[in-house]
Structures are given as C-alpha cells and as structure tokens.
C-alpha cells in the first residue's frame, strides 16, 4: 500500500501568531514560547558519584514545573561551517597585519597572515575529513497561561498579561538554576529566535532573507492579528513540504527523516542518548518533558504498592513459593511511591523523544541505511526501540520544531530520578566558547577551542605534560604559531631547539643563544625608576640570588640562610640609593662592591663573622660579575629587542647548574614586558596587548623555594598582566615533588596531557582530582604521528575531555620536531632555498607528506 502524495507550505503546520523583538512568542492556542542557549553538560567521565549529583540538579529543573506545563530539550548539529572560522582567524589577522603596516612593519604583518592562513587552511582540511559539526543546546520554555481569554485565536491583553508575568517568573526561575549549573544561559532575543526557526523550516533555503521586519507585539485587533500572523508565516515558510513517502519527508530539496524513541530502555544513565547523537549528519534531538498531575501521581502510586504488596502478601499466605519479578515490581512501586512522597515537586512525567535527521544532494539512499543503523544500535546497548509508526514522519518532524509543541505524542512515562537521564543538552566539550582553535573533540567531532584569557578561569597558566614523542612540541607550535597570527608577542625558553623555525617565519623575531652569544644579555635589575624601588622587584631580586649564592638547608632544600637573605636585602637597597645619586646603572658589580664595603665596615668595627660572611657572599658574586661566564644574566645591560614579537631563549649551553637562574631571569623579564605591551600594543589584533611565555622544564625554576614562591605570584598575577604562561615537562611529577610546584600545579586554570610516560597517571589523577574514567582516558591516549595526538584537555570550569590535535599540511612542517626525519628534512630543503624559510614552507608543503606511523 502507497500512501496518496501530500505537498503543502511549512505555513499550513505552523501554528505561530507572533514573535516580538524581546523573543516571546505567541502560538495559536495562547502559549507563550521562550528559548535561551546554554552550555551543554558533559557526562562522559564524570564519576558516577558526579553523575548522580548533576542528574539529581538536572532533575531539580523539571520539579519546578507546575502540573500540566511541558519543557522543550533541544540540541542541533549542522555541519561545521569552516568558512566562518577561516574569516574570523584571517579577520583577526589582518586586523594585526593593518596595525603592524600602519607603523611601518608591514613585512611582518604580511608573514602574521601567512601564518593565520596556514590555520584556517588545517581547520577548513580536517573539518571536511571528520565531518566536523558545530552544535547549539537550547532549552524551549513554553508557558499555557491556566486561565485565558481566546476569541479567534486573539488573547485578550489582561490575559496576556497575566499570561506573560506567570511566564516570566517561570524563565527567570529556570534560567537562575541553569546558572547554578555552570551552563550559560542567554536568553534569545526575537530576530534570533525567528533566525532558529527560519533555519529549521528552510534548510535548503538561503539563510540571508531579511527577517526583523516580521516581529511585533500581539495585537487585540482581530484582523490586525490576522495579518501579522500572516505575514510571519510568510516570512518564515517558504518551503514546500511532501509526505507522500512512508519514510521521509521531502522538505524543499531536503529529504528528512525522523525517528522516535518509543520504548523504556532497560536502564537510564546521564549521557546515554549520545547514542543518537554521533550522526555524521545534520540532526535535530528534541526531548520534551511534560509534568503530569502530582497529585493523582502519588495516589496511584500508592494504589500499585498496595495492590502489589497485597498479592505479594496472599502469596506468602497460600505457601506458595515467591516470584522474583513479582518482588522487581514491589520494590520498584515502593520506591516510586517513597519518592513521589518526599518532594512536592517529584512526580511521573510524560516524555517525548525525536531524532530528526537531513540530507542534501541526493544522498537520501546513504541517510536511509544510517537511520537503520542507529535503530540497531540502540536498541543493541540501551535495549530500547528508534522507530516510528507508518506515515508519522510529518508529526515527528514538528515534534523537533523549537515551539514547545508534540504533535506526535508518543509519550513515555518516567519518574523524577529518571527524567534527567534524557536530557539531550550533553556533548564531550572541553573547550572555551571563544579563543584560538586547539583540536577536534571525540566523540562529538566539535572544534575545541582554547582561550586563556576566558572570563571562567582565575589565571592564564597552562601546564602541558607529555612523554617525548607524545606531541607536546608540536601541540605548542601550533598554540604560538596562531596566536601570533592575531597580534601576541612573548618568549620561548627553549632546551631544545625545536622553535626556531618558527621564529625564522617572522620578521623581528630572534632566537637568543644564552651562555654562548656574547651579544645578548639580561639585566633583572632593570626598574623605570631607579628612585622607586617596589618590593616585588626587592623580593624577585632577592629569589635570584638564592639561585646564585643558595646554599642547602637543614631541611634538604638549597635556598639563602636567613642570615644571607637579611645582608643582601640591605645591600640591594643600598645599591639603588646609590644609583640615584650617581646615575649609575644597577647590576651585580655594584652590589658586590657595596658588600665588600659593608664587609670592611663591619671588619673596622671589630664584627670579624659578619665581616667574613659579607666578604664570603661578595666572593660568590665573581662568576657574576665583569666578564665572569654568568654575567650575561645579572650585570650587562639588557640587549633583547624591545619589540620583537617572538623571542626563543635557546638554554642548551647555558648549562644545569645556571639553567634555574637563567630561566628565572627570563620569566621576571617578560613579566616586566608585559606591563608595557598591555597597554601600548593594544591595537596589534585580538590578542594585541597580550603576552605569552613557554617554558620547557620549568620544573627547574622551583628547586628554590624563593623563586618557587615569586613563580606562583606571578602565576596569580598574569590575569592582571594579561600574560599567557605555558609550562612544560615530561612528567607531571617533576613538579610535584616541590611544594610550590604542586601549588603551580593545583592552581592551574588549563591543563594538556598527551601520551605519558609509566607510573604518571597516579601522580596526574591525585593531583587534579580526576575520575577513575578521566584517569583511564589519560591511559590510553596515543600519538599517531604524521596524522595526530589525542591530548586529554583539563579546561577549567568549561569542561574536560578528550581531544586530537591535527595540524594542516603547512602548519605541520612549521610544528613538527620529529629529529629523525622531519627536521633533517626541513634543513636539508631550507639549505637549497638559501635558507628563506617561506620558500621552504611552502616547498616542503607541495612536494613532501608529513611521515606517516608504520
């Protein structure tokens, strides 16, 4: 049997009568209609403990729902539009490159977009190869007023009133737990709700069409009303819809196919409809839930018990032996029972679940036996049926509109403590709504974003840890390479070379030999005004020496004595006051000269120890000092280029035993730059003004507890300093077995872990608090060289997850440190080109594929 061929306007089944420009809408019946986004929750690795807790706070939304009142769960995948992506990265690079050309670097601004266009490059290849979606949650608030005036479909304006008061009250309330959830709430305004719909009527259509002029306040005019219902639907139906197939809809060019969830599952967990949720696809999953009457609720349930319990009790009387599924259904109906007693706002509601899946360009045929699939596969694990009765695809259709309405009414009953599990506002996030692109979530196949500088995070320190090979070189190369290309500067400590090439990329960027170039140097005494000395730069001044002059402690640390901590104090100060009268510039040789005068001053008073002692600190200052080997790090006057946008600190000869000093001494002076590129270099894109530091190893910097102290304050400070602190280690333990490196630690907004090293994962699980699933995640995690790293991303309050790291074909050859086969090459290719990097960038990218796993 066929069924006979329907074709209609979308305008026919809207039942719409106005939308005004605060984004209330009216339908046909009176009920008022309000959507507001949110963050999703994220399941996945929660422990069940957590999962309990969020369910429970889900769950906590519907009891506010007064009998008869429904809420409307939305979440829509549509396909990744990797355009927009590409123009806001290339947006936000011009933008640099214009404010870099306007002062007279255009070489470098034109270098920052070539950048900038090796990023959009790998975003737009890898979201066409994982079929990468963008997904949106909304949460529908639909409100039938309980007394009302209709007349041919016109409210009266005192009900409407009342009717829009009652529904307020409803939103604010809902929106306010949806804040204590972390989610975000923003309430859509009108030209955006009308945008929403438009997408969903039309998604063939071009989404361009002028829309604003179709919202307003409803009218009491009957006529008036008429029309402007009239022309909303207009505005907003221009597709035909055909219903003729028993297995899809046609809408437009669009063919739609729809399902329905039309059984319990045999058991419930938060997260379990991801199951319909990895379409490759565009889909619409809409969950309604609608409160029944509490109060005949809980006398029926009271009925079932006592019935139940009635047999159950005549049984044992009769010696019959017990029925284990007759002993299921009494617990259960006492627990029912027990629970819809215990709250007044639990009780048994009805819900409606809809899948709705679209394909363009003909590829219904495809569409038709992945709906087949899902319908296996879920009735597989969670035992529960994706169907949906003969010719129904129209109802079901509307069912996932964003009005609130269930046309197909295909309700299930659940309980209080199950209604959360259904929610469809789940997703495996863990990036930053704005930022930088960092990877491609899994599951969920999102673009993961990351933003330091996100308001939910309390600092800008990321800790990234990974064994080597694990892809934490290139997993940062990546970071600097595209947030260069949007207007930050900063420094790299670099120990291994594995930075330079990018430096090589943009003009004014420099790579620092320390220890070996005679040219360069740093002088952490360095203050604007040498008549204000702060006691940050006393305390900073203070924490280098106790790397230059540190001696072991009874406790087994190496760090000043008290006693030398006082002298050099006094010393210090003593220096700059000296500065100010003779204009000379501050370093180490002046204090060892003021020590050794201290030291004869005490020795002329007859104080032979402390004399001894001053001489003994002023001696340990020679290799410091003049043309010592370490004078390059506290006594010549600072040589690093003011303005450089990347500046890469390459230690490797710097040595051990000076590799704490040398670091510290870089960090104090890209903290002190940063104050100024705050303010100055504002301009310079969307991160102008914003500085970054990577420091590899920086577990060093904390062998003393003074600089282990100054690090975590500057760790406290970088929000204010709009300073991005990235530190990197093989091993997260390095810096946990110093107490102020746990504190760094702990104190951290973000955190990347690739592929560990053995006998990590205890160490990382204890340290952050992480679930035994979040640990086990961290376990498995594997690099895939030449295609991608899977990093586990501890996001702050935004989430944690699972994600890869891929780079584009440029990108990759400007990343990678593979030493066996990608940098010979990359030299080898950068020698026959004269040694002009872009031009072997791009030869590298046109003749050569990255070196795939065997």
């Known amino acids: 049997m066929t069924a006979a061929r329907s074709s209609r306007h979308v305008g026919a089944l809207l039942p719409l009568?106005?939308?005004?420009?605060?984004?209330?809408?009216?339908?046909?019946?009176?009920?008022?209609?309000?959507?507001?986004?949110?963050?999703?929750?994220?399941?996945?690795?929660?422990?069940?403990?957590q999962l309990e807790r969020v369910g429970a706070a889900v769950g906590e939304m519907a009891a506010m729902l007064p009998d008869g009142q429904a809420l409307q769960l939305i979440t829509e995948a549509t396909p990744l539009c990797a355009a927009d992506v590409v123009d806001e990265l290339q947006a936000g690079a011009r933008?640099?490159?214009?404010?870099?050309?306007?002062?007279?670097?255009?070489?470098?601004?034109?270098?920052?977009?070539?950048?900038?266009?090796?990023?959009?490059?790998?975003?737009?290849?890898?979201?066409?190869?994982?079929?990468?979606?963008?997904?949106?949650?909304?949460?529908?608030?639909?409100?039938?007023?309980?007394?009302?005036?209709?007349?041919?479909?016109?409210?009266?304006?005192?009900?409407?009133?009342?009717a829009l008061e009652e529904h307020e009250s409803q939103v604010e309330a809902i929106v306010a737990h949806l804040h204590a959830l972390d989610l975000a709430p923003r309430q859509l305004n009108g030209l955006e709700f009308v945008q929403l719909l438009d997408r969903r009527l039309n998604p063939d259509e071009d989404r361009s069409a002028e829309l604003d002029g179709v919202l307003g306040e409803p009218s009491e005019d009957v006529r008036q009303a008429a029309e402007q219902a009239r022309l909303l639907r207009e505005a907003l139906c221009r597709s035909r819809v055909?219903?003729?197939?028993?297995?899809?809809?046609?809408?437009g060019e669009t063919e739609v196919h729809t399902r329905a969830v039309t059984s319990v599952p045999d058991h419930t967990w938060l997260g379990w409809l991801?199951?319909?949720?990895?379409?490759?696809?565009?889909?619409?999953?809409?969950?309604?839930?609608?409160?029944?009457?509490?109060?005949?609720?809980?006398?029926?349930?009271?009925?079932?018990?006592?019935?139940?319990?009635?047999?159950?009790?005549?049984?044992?009387?009769?010696?019959?032996?017990?029925?284990?599924?007759?002993?299921?259904?009494?617990?259960?109906?006492?627990?029912?029972?027990?629970?819809?007693?215990?709250?007044?706002?639990?009780?048994?509601?009805?819900?409606?679940?809809?899948?709705?899946?679209?394909?363009?360009?003909?590829?219904?045929?495809?569409?038709?036996?992945?709906?087949?699939?899902?319908?296996?596969?879920?009735?597989?694990?969670?035992?529960?049926?994706?169907?949906?009765?003969?010719?129904?695809?129209?109802?079901?259709?509307?069912?996932?509109?964003?009005?609130?309405?269930?046309?197909?009414?295909?309700?299930?009953?659940?309980?209080?403590?199950?209604?959360?599990?259904?929610?469809?506002?789940?997703?495996?996030?863990?990036?930053?709504?704005d930022g930088e692109p960092l990877g491609w979530a899994r599951p969920g196949r999102t673009l993961e974003r990351i933003d330091p500088f996100d308001p939910a995070h309390e600092n800008h320190l990321m800790i990234i840890a990974g064994k080597s090979g694990g892809g934490k070189t290139m997993a940062t190369n990546l970071i600097l390479s595209r947030i260069l290309a949007q207007g930050a500067e900063g420094g790299v400590i670099d120990r291994a070379g594995h930075y330079q090439f990018l430096a090589s990329l943009i003009p004014g960027a420099c790579v620092v030999n320390l220890g070996t170039d005679s040219h360069h140097a740093i002088n952490p005494w360095e203050v604007e005004d040498v008549r204000r000395l702060g006691p940050e730069k006393l305390e900073y001044l203070l924490a280098l020496h106790s790397f230059l002059l540190g001696r072991p402690q009874p406790d087994g640390t190496y760090d000043l004595e008290p006693r030398d901590h006082s002298q050099l104090s006094l010393a210090i100060r003593a220096v700059y006051r000296r500065c100010q009268l003779t204009g000379e510039r501050p370093g180490e040789t002046l204090l060892q000269e003021e020590l050794y005068r201290r030291s004869h001053e005490a020795r002329e008073d007859a104080n032979v120890e402390l004399a001894s002692h001053l001489a003994q600190l002023a001696e340990g200052l020679h290799d410091y000092t003049g043309s010592g080997a370490g004078a390059y790090l506290a006594d010549r006057p600072t040589s690093i280029p003011a303005d450089?946008?990347?500046?890469?600190?390459?230690?490797?000869?710097?040595?051990?035993?000076?590799?704490?000093?040398?670091?510290?001494?870089?960090?104090?002076?890209l903290a002190r730059r940063s104050h100024k590129t705050r303010i100055t270099n504002a301009h310079r894109g969307p991160w102008g003004g914003r500085t970054f530091l990577v420091v590899d190893e920086g577990w060093k910097m904390l062998e003393r507890r003074s600089t282990g102290r100054w690090i975590n304050e500057q760790a406290r400070r970088s929000r204010h300093n709009r300073l991005f602190l990235i530190a990197i280690s093989q091993k997260l333990s390095d810096f946990l077995q110093h107490?102020?490196?746990?504190?760094?630690?702990?104190?951290s907004s973000m955190q990347?872990?690739?592929?560990?090293?053995?006998?990590?994962?205890?160490?990382?699980?204890?340290?952050?608090?992480?679930?035994d699933e979040e640990a086990e995640t961290i376990s498995a995690l594997k690099t895939i060289k030449g295609e991608y790293a899977e990093a586990f991303l501890c996001n702050g309050r935004r989430g944690r997850g699972l994600i890869e790291i891929r780079a584009g074909a440029t990108e990759y050859w400007i990343a990678t440190s593979e030493p066996d086969h990608d940098q010979p090459l990359r030299e080898q290719v950068l020698r026959e080109c004269d040694g002009d990097p872009w031009a072997a960038l791009e030869r590298l990218t046109a003749e050569h594929q990255p070196r795939r796993a065997v």
């Open 242 to 251: 055909d219903d003729g197939a028993r297995s899809h809809l046609m809408v």
């Open 644 to 669: 450089s946008p990347l500046v890469v600190f390459d230690t490797r000869e710097v040595g051990d035993a000076r590799a704490g000093a040398a670091m510290f001494t870089i960090v104090e002076h």
């Open 274 to 433: 991801f199951h319909l949720m990895q379409s490759p696809y565009p889909f619409t999953l809409a969950v309604r839930w609608q409160a029944g009457r509490r109060a005949s609720e809980r006398q029926r349930a009271r009925h079932r018990y006592r019935r139940i319990w009635g047999v159950e009790r005549s049984r044992e009387i009769r010696g019959r032996p017990p029925d284990p599924e007759a002993s299921e259904r009494e617990d259960e109906a006492l627990r029912l029972q027990t629970e819809l007693a215990a709250s007044a706002g639990a009780g048994v509601f009805r819900v409606s679940i809809s899948l709705c899946l679209e394909s363009a360009g003909g590829r219904g045929g495809e569409l038709a036996r992945h709906a087949r699939e899902l319908e296996r596969e879920l009735l597989a694990r969670t035992d529960a049926r994706l169907h949906l009765p003969m010719f129904a695809q129209l109802a079901c259709w509307r069912s996932t509109w964003p009005l609130g309405i269930d046309p197909l009414k295909l309700r299930r009953r659940y309980a209080s403590r199950n209604l959360a599990d259904t929610t469809p506002l789940i997703a495996a996030r863990c990036g930053s709504p």
């Open 752 to 771: 990347l872990f690739l592929k560990q090293l053995d006998g990590q994962i205890a160490d990382i699980q204890r340290a952050l608090g992480l679930t």
């Open 739 to 747: 107490p102020e490196g746990e504190a760094l630690v702990s104190q």
């Open 95 to 162: 933008r640099t490159s214009g404010a870099l050309e306007w002062e007279g670097q255009g070489d470098r601004g034109r270098a920052l977009e070539a950048l900038a266009l090796s990023a959009a490059a790998g975003v737009a290849e890898h979201a066409e190869l994982l079929a990468a979606v963008s997904l949106r949650h909304l949460l529908v608030i639909p409100w039938r007023p309980i007394r009302y005036t209709l007349r041919r479909h016109v409210i009266s304006r005192a009900a409407l009133d009342r």
């Open 17 to 49: 009568t106005s939308i005004s420009a605060d984004g209330v809408a009216v339908l046909d019946d009176a009920t008022l209609v309000r959507v507001v986004e949110v963050l999703p929750l994220a399941p996945l690795r929660m422990s069940g403990e």
